[in-house]
């Protein structure tokens, strides 16, 4: 028998007798594990909230990676576990997919759209599905460095 778990299920699996196999997470296959979405119409309508969002966004995951403590004290809190193996599990899960700058790729979209079952979704083209110019803007203006230099 197989079955693609996460942590903290892996655990349990592992209890009843079964053997990880192999780490998705850790074969790096592109794929879009987190992301932010909104519409054209918020984009263009309202640049600086996304621009505020992703600075707080950034933020948040530079403290995932700076303070690991308080982040799994807050995972614990949030996923009603007190488990510190299972949340700390969970927790490097996470980390083994976030990006200090998280910038979507063309190879990722595509991965998605390589498993859609729609006409649509297999003739698209990747690049419409993403805009990384303002996780630019804020990576060069130094912003997303100076997180981590504090």
């Not at 600075?55 to 996923?79: N, V």
């Amino acid at each position: 028998m197989a079955a693609l778990i996460n942590a903290p299920v892996i655990y349990q699996a592992q209890d009843i007798g079964m053997k990880k196999i192999v780490s998705v997470t850790e074969l790096n296959i592109p794929f879009i594990f987190v992301a932010v979405c909104t519409t054209r119409k918020v984009i263009q309508q309202k640049p600086e909230a996304i621009t505020r969002y992703l600075r707080a966004y950034t933020d948040a995951i530079s403290i995932i990676f700076r303070d690991k403590e308080t982040t799994l004290k807050i995972m614990g809190k949030q996923m009603k576990m007190e488990n510190r193996q299972w949340v700390e599990a969970v927790y490097d899960d996470v980390v083994g997919v976030l990006q200090r700058a998280p910038y979507m790729t063309k190879a990722e979209v595509q991965a998605v759209l390589d498993v859609v079952k729609s006409p649509k979704g297999v003739r698209a083209k990747p690049e419409v599905f993403y805009d990384n110019s303002f996780v630019q803007k804020l990576d060069a203006s130094g912003f997303i460095k100076s997180l981590y230099e504090r």
